[in-house]
């Protein structure tokens, strides 16, 4: 008896950890990607305030393009990989970074996607989210 309450406990948790464990692995991956595009937004705010020039190419943000005031890196070589894999993208005419189109990450989190994380860093809107996760 007490074989088949410890089968029955054990099944449980299982169970458990099938429900809970690809959730956690999804949000733990929404808070990585969140954290990594608002450091890349604040380094290129930080770029443009150092330098007194926009950014043209998110490279400069890790090796001095030789400008003057350059006070970087700005961010961690990591920052430039999602958690899925792929790579942030820069959209330095909209002055926004989020995830492009066609990248290994699911498609609401990219650009223009339901539930797109992205962060808008011109000098307008200061250093805002725009990620329309709750």
């Not at 290129?44 to 150092?50: F, K, S």
């Not at 970074?97 to 200061?126: H, Q, T």
Request: net charge negative; hydrophobic share 40%; aromatic share 8%.
């Amino acid at each position: 008896m007490a074989k088949i309450k410890i089968v029955v406990v054990v099944l449980l948790l299982i169970i458990i950890a099938a429900i809970a464990v690809p959730r956690y692995i999804s949000l733990s991956r929404i808070t990585q990607t969140e954290a990594n595009v608002l450091a890349i937004a604040n380094g290129l705010v930080r770029y443009r305030n150092d330098t007194g020039m926009e950014c043209k190419d998110i490279n400069d943000l890790l090796k001095n393009p030789n400008l003057e005031g350059w006070m970087g890196p700005y961010i961690d070589k990591k920052q430039l990989v999602n958690p899925w894999g792929g790579k942030y993208q820069v959209k330095f005419e909209a002055q926004e970074v989020g995830i492009p189109k066609d990248d290994p990450a699911p498609d609401p989190y990219e650009f223009d996607g339901e539930e797109e994380i992205s962060f808008n860093f011109s000098k307008e809107m200061g250093l805002g989210c725009s990620t329309s996760l709750q």
